[in-house]
Each structure stands twice: as structure tokens, then as C-alpha cells.
């Protein structure tokens, strides 16, 4: 089945460690986007990139880095410059909507909830 | 990005029709209304989405006004399920578009039995 896939789901980390969280998706889609949550708070983006090789920083892109060295994957580096990387994360992908294509939407991964102990 | 404006939460009893506000008033000529809603501790899930003309589909109904600075997500019968956050999303289309989705704290809908 086609569809977005983080890992993991639940995730610990020491502080001042670096921390890799995993995204792939098969549904051939050029954006993928990595967001943030914290508690009843809504998302907020930190990275996204619209093709392989490059991106681009969201809202809130400090202490966090991406790569995207092919179009299924999208990974996310929590640095240790973060300063509080407790939250859930979730990854995003769509087609890039350019003028007269028709715009669809995102597709969410379930989320990793990580947590530095 | 244009901004958009939901009330913080809404109660609805299970089986009645539920309406979900919108304010978008800066809203420009190329951004379509998008909603997802989001279960707790899962993804967001895409709903609906509309650019002038009110929209149905298998989920939900879409209503947007004529001068398209607000919106209403219907839900037209409440379940248990449909208990979440309903996020009010302006994405824009175009040359300039990257697709982004830009989240604001949304609407939690709790349905009552």
C-alpha cells in the first residue's frame, strides 16, 4: 500500500546527543515537510523540501537538520542545539501544486514522539 | 501567509449536524481552503478542501462565502469519531507555491453520546 511511514514511533533520547528520525514515502510525491507539536498546541513547521537535493527552513528550523539525497526520504537530525526537543514530529509529503496542476493534499506519517531524558 | 481564525472548541451531540467557522479575511485570490482534522496522537488526516465553490464529499461538506473571507467545515452527522482538532488551512497555489501548510490551533470537537 502506498502511503508515509516514521520511525520510530517513540523515541528517548540523553541530552546532548544527536538524534535521526526516519521518514519514507512511495506515493511519488516531490514535497516533504517535517513539523513540530508540542501539547495542545497546533503544528509548526520546521523543514520542507519541494526536490531531492534541496530544502528549505520552516518557522522554526534552529537546532534541527534534514537531507534529502532521494525523493522517498526525508530525515530529520534533532542536534543537541536544540533546546527543547521534547514533542511529537511528524513528517508530510504532497504533490507540489504549481500553477494549473491541481492541488492535492498532504498525507501525514503517524508521528514520533520523542523524549530526552 | 494568510491567517486563519477558528474558535478554540465546539460540543455537538452524536448524530446532529456539526458547523465548524472559519475566518479568513486576508485571504488572496490564489489560496484554497484546505481542513484536516487530527485524532490524539496521530497525523492530521485530510478532510476536505475548496477555492470558491462549496464542495461535498464522502466526509464532509465545505461552504464558503461568496466573498470567501470565511468558511464552514459541516459535518453532517456527528459520531464518536469525529471527536478532534479540525484545522482551518490557507495553502496557495501558483508559481510561488511550495505547498506548505501553515497550522493554526484549530477547533477541538468533542461529541457527546
Known amino acids: 500500500d502506498g502511503g508515509i511511514t516514521q520511525s520510530p514511533k517513540y523515541l528517548f533520547r540523553k541530552e546532548g546527543q544527536n538524534v535521526t528520525l526516519s521518514c519514507e514515502q512511495n506515493?511519488?510525491?516531490?514535497?516533504m515537510y517535517w513539523y513540530r507539536q508540542d501539547p495542545g498546541q497546533g503544528l509548526r513547521l520546521i523543514y520542507y523540501?519541494?526536490?531531492?537535493?534541496?530544502?528549505q527552513k520552516g518557522d522554526i528550523a534552529e537546532g534541527y537538520s534534514v537531507s534529502r539525497e532521494k525523493k522517498e526520504s526525508f530525515p530529520l537530525t534533532v542536534t543537541s542545539a536544540q533546546k527543547n526537543p521534547t514533542a511529537f514530529y511528524l513528517c508530510?509529503?504532497?504533490?507540489?501544486?504549481?500553477?494549473?496542476?491541481?492541488?492535492?493534499?498532504?498525507?501525514f506519517g503517524q508521528g514520533t514522539r520523542l523524549t530526552v531524558v | 501567509d494568510a491567517k486563519t481564525t477558528q474558535p478554540n472548541s465546539m460540543e455537538s451531540n452524536e448524530e446532529e449536524p456539526v458547523h465548524l467557522p472559519c475566518n479568513h479575511s486576508?485571504?488572496?485570490?490564489?489560496?484554497?481552503i484546505h481542513w484536516y482534522r487530527q485524532l490524539p496522537s496521530q497525523g492530521p488526516e485530510y478532510v476536505i478542501h475548496?477555492?470558491?465553490s462549496n464542495v461535498n464529499n464522502r466526509m464532509a461538506s465545505l461552504a464558503i462565502a461568496e466573498d470567501r473571507k470565511s468558511s464552514t467545515l459541516i459535518l453532517h452527522r456527528a459520531t464518536l469519531r469525529d471527536a478532534a482538532v479540525y484545522y482551518c488551512?490557507?495553502?496557495?497555489?501558483?508559481?510561488?507555491?511550495?505547498?506548505?501548510?501553515?497550522f493554526g490551533q484549530g477547533t477541538t470537537l468533542q461529541v457527546k453520546p
Open positions: 508530510a509529503s504532497s504533490i507540489l501544486g504549481r500553477t494549473g496542476l491541481r492541488i492535492t493534499e498532504a498525507f
Open positions: 506515493l511519488n510525491h516531490d514535497a
Open positions: 523540501s519541494q526536490i531531492v537535493n534541496d530544502f
Open positions: 486576508t485571504i488572496s485570490g490564489t489560496d484554497y
Open positions: 475548496g477555492l470558491t
Open positions: 488551512i490557507l495553502r496557495v497555489q501558483g508559481s510561488s507555491n511550495t505547498g506548505k501548510l501553515i
